[in-house]
Nanobody, 113 residues
C-alpha cells in the first residue's frame, strides 16, 4: 500500500515562503509522476498546482508559474514544492499525489494579508 506523508505547511505572511515535502517508502516512486494539488474551501475540487515526471519534466498552473518550484529526490523518495512570494489566494490545503490515484493526507497553508 502506498502512503504519502506531507509536511511543511503553516502560517506565513504575504510575500513569504514555505517548502512542502512529501515522502513515501513506495519502491515505485522513481518511475511515477508526482504532483501537488490544492483545495480551498473544503468541498471544492482539488486544483492542480504542479507536476513532475519521472524524468524531471515539470508543469505548473498559470497562477503559480514563476513563484512555485516542484522538485524531486528519487534517492530520498521525496517530492518538494518550494513556494515563494506567497499570496492570500494561495491559502488552501495542499495534497501530494502519486499518479495512479494515491493521495497524502494534506497540509494546510495559510497566507495572511
Amino acid at each position: 500500500q502506498v502512503q504519502l506523508v506531507e509536511s511543511g505547511g503553516g502560517l506565513v505572511q504575504t510575500g513569504g515562503s514555505l517548502r512542502l515535502s512529501c515522502a513515501t517508502s513506495a519502491i515505485i516512486f522513481s518511475i511515477k509522476t508526482m504532483g501537488w494539488y490544492r483545495q480551498a474551501p473544503p468541498g471544492k475540487q482539488r486544483d492542480l498546482v504542479a507536476t513532475i515526471t519521472s524524468g524531471g519534466s515539470t508543469n505548473y498552473a498559470d497562477s503559480v508559474k514563476g513563484r512555485f518550484t516542484i522538485s524531486r529526490d528519487n534517492a530520498k523518495k521525496t517530492v518538494y514544492l518550494q513556494m515563494n512570494s506567497l499570496k492570500p489566494e494561495d491559502t488552501a490545503v495542499y495534497y501530494c499525489n502519486m499518479m495512479g490515484g494515491y493521495w497524502g493526507q494534506g497540509t494546510q497553508v495559510t497566507v495572511s494579508s
